[in-house]
């Protein structure tokens, strides 16, 4: 049985049709295409480095001195670190404190903490380790403190941030206190996004103790 024949409306109602469905087919494909490889991680930003603060979604973690933003981060054919930043025009409707929780939770895969001490020097400081780099961005976790804290058997804590992969943290008037206060002064990172910083963590909040200078041109 043959089909009823199609006036001239209804045939262009079906290419409008057709040409919407592949169009929506393309955009996706499209955005596909866009969407950057790699995990969702926090990065850690200093005003003092790294101002412009504009245009990336971020969260305060000192408030105007040290922010997270995000960025989707993958190991490139080189071996390199492949960085794609995000920007206000990717949020795509969600909001900074789900953009946190996720790269929180892909940063602490595989993030282990080793424990350093001897008898001669019994108070104990602790380095965060993480294969895939950023360790240092670990202050964001929301449980960091009662964390370490725990290691340590410490309600203060000093946290050296020499570069955006290396941490180190000791009770506030630990044995280890200075080293890691020289540790930041003397790092050789370039600081961008990051300064070299150290940390006061209290449980209610961090605090900026000290940041390394950042260098001049002329310097």
């Not at 057709?18 to 991680?41: I, V, Y």
């Not at 993480?130 to 964001?140: H, K, L, N």
């Not at 080293?179 to 449980?203: F, H, I, K």
Request: aromatic share 6%; charged share 25%; net charge negative.
């Amino acid at each position: 049985m043959s089909e009823q024949s199609l006036s001239e409306d209804e045939i262009r109602q079906r290419v409008r049709e057709a040409m919407r469905r592949s169009q929506l087919q393309k955009a996706q494909e499209k955005k596909a295409e866009q969407r950057p490889e790699g995990a969702l991680l926090p990065i850690l930003r200093s005003t003092s480095s790294s101002p412009d603060l504009e245009h990336f979604p971020n969260v305060p973690i000192v408030p105007g001195t040290l922010f997270a933003s995000f960025a989707h981060v993958s190991m490139t054919s080189e071996g390199t670190i492949g960085m794609h930043h995000v920007v206000e025009e990717q949020l795509g409707g969600r909001g900074v404190d789900e953009l946190m929780a996720e790269a929180t939770a892909n940063l602490m895969v595989g993030l282990t903490a080793q424990i350093r001490g001897s008898d001669e020097t019994p108070d104990r400081m602790v380095s965060l380790e993480r294969e895939g780099y950023f360790a240092g961005s670990a202050v964001v976790a929301p449980d960091f403190h009662e964390w370490i804290s725990g290691i340590l058997e410490e309600d203060q804590l000093l946290i050296a941030l020499p570069c955006p992969d290396q941490i180190y943290i000791t009770g506030a008037s630990s044995y280890w206190s200075d080293q890691l206060a020289q540790m930041v002064l003397d790092s050789d990172y370039e600081p961008n996004p990051l300064t070299p910083t150290l940390l006061l963590s209290e449980g209610s909040g961090l605090e900026l103790v000290v940041e390394q200078p950042v260098r001049t041109e002329n310097a």
